[in-house]
């Protein structure tokens, strides 16, 4: 009887894995660069946001998206800036939503900082979306509008009350403020477990020139974890999510806490996933300069011979890791560009 051969897969639709072995089945995508609030260790207050012209219009972002699932990535995250400011963004999410009804797609989600919630949360669900990350740094009204320069706390909490009626599952991101919220971010443990929402920290990220000195705001986890455990029962789990953040399971609430340290610990081993701007750079890593032009491309041709190719050709320079570090004699940031335009 001869031998069966198995013949191999069109280049189209071949899985995207990096030189490291790690299959790329999770892309992060910012639609904007554009927020509603002015974080302070995220942006300056007067920023400059890119000319429209720039942008993927909603048409090309769909298009890239597409070809990334069809080479195997399962799950696509949308971010910005906020993502929800975006004009006609729903239009993507419905678009997108094919992906999830065809089983090419495993999840459609987002990060917000949960302005719009309360606007959009059903249609959010009506799209297949069922979880959530949403950004929440304190739970004190003045100090929130402190931190976001432009944020209205109570608006964010009316958002979150529409997607939990929605039925989206919420998990609260916190970026852990040196001297601003330290002290709350156990009051924000209960708070969020309370409610049925996980909860992750994240180290500040040295990415972008803002209004101030990132030495002055980082808190290493580290600290912040060892603190956490004089009160709580931390108990390790082993779970992942095709994100960075590393679990805890809090015994006394039954909730998960995450932690997120860029800074501290390098959490590249696994990574699976790479992030779309706004302006359809392809960077391969958070913390490397590196990046492959996929707006040229697919403007160039209707066929995605050339924008497979690009993708392909970026994948394979893939770095192992990042090289994340706070100039502490400069005050400069490890990367010039802002987490608004890579996408948080």
């Not at 990535?73 to 009804?101: N, Y």
């Not at 009626?165 to 443990?189: F, Q, S, Y």
């Not at 912040?224 to 390790?236: D, G, H, I, M, Y």
Request: a neutral charge; charged letters at 25%.
């Amino acid at each position: 009887m001869p031998e069966s051969k198995t013949e191999p897969l069109p280049s189209a639709f071949r899985p995207l894995v990096d030189p490291f072995g790690r299959g790329i089945t999770y892309l992060r995508v910012s639609v904007t660069d554009r927020c509603d609030f002015r974080c302070v260790y995220c942006m300056s207050e007067n920023m400059t946001f890119l000319p429209k012209r720039d942008l993927l219009t909603l048409e090309e972002l769909d298009r890239i998206c597409s070809v990334f699932v069809s080479n195997g990535v399962r799950k696509l995250r949308i971010t910005g800036g906020e993502p929800l400011v975006r004009r006609d963004i729903m239009s993507l999410f419905r678009s997108l939503s094919r992906h999830l009804d065809s089983g090419a797609l495993d999840e459609l989600t987002l990060t917000t900082n949960g302005s719009q919630l309360s606007r959009y949360a059903e249609e959010l669900a009506a799209c297949g979306v069922r979880r959530i990350n949403v950004s929440i740094d304190t739970l004190d009204p003045e100090k929130f509008h402190r931190i976001t320069r432009w944020g209205d706390l109570a608006k964010v909490q009316e958002g979150l009350d529409a997607a939990q009626r929605a039925g989206l599952k919420i998990k609260i991101n916190t970026v852990a403020l040196k001297g601003v919220n330290e002290d709350e971010i156990a009051t924000l443990l209960t708070w969020a477990h309370g409610r049925g929402m996980d909860l992750t920290l994240i180290e500040v990220m040295p990415l972008g020139e803002i209004d101030g000195q990132r030495i002055d705001q980082f808190l290493p986890l580290s600290l912040v974890r060892a603190q956490l455990a004089q009160r709580f029962s931390l108990e390790e789990i082993d779970e992942r999510t095709g994100g960075p953040a590393r679990y805890v399971r809090v015994a006394e609430t039954g909730g998960k806490l995450g932690f997120i340290t860029p800074m501290t610990h390098n959490f590249c081993e696994s990574c699976n996933r790479v992030r779309l701007t706004c302006t359809g750079q392809l960077f391969m890593c958070l913390g490397q300069e590196d990046a492959a032009d996929l707006r040229g491309p697919a403007r160039a041709s209707s066929d995605d011979a050339m924008l497979r190719q690009a993708i392909a050709e970026a994948i394979s320079r893939k770095p192992k890791g990042h090289d994340f570090v706070i100039d502490r004699r400069h005050a400069r940031p490890a990367m010039a560009r802002h987490m608004s335009l890579t996408g948080g």
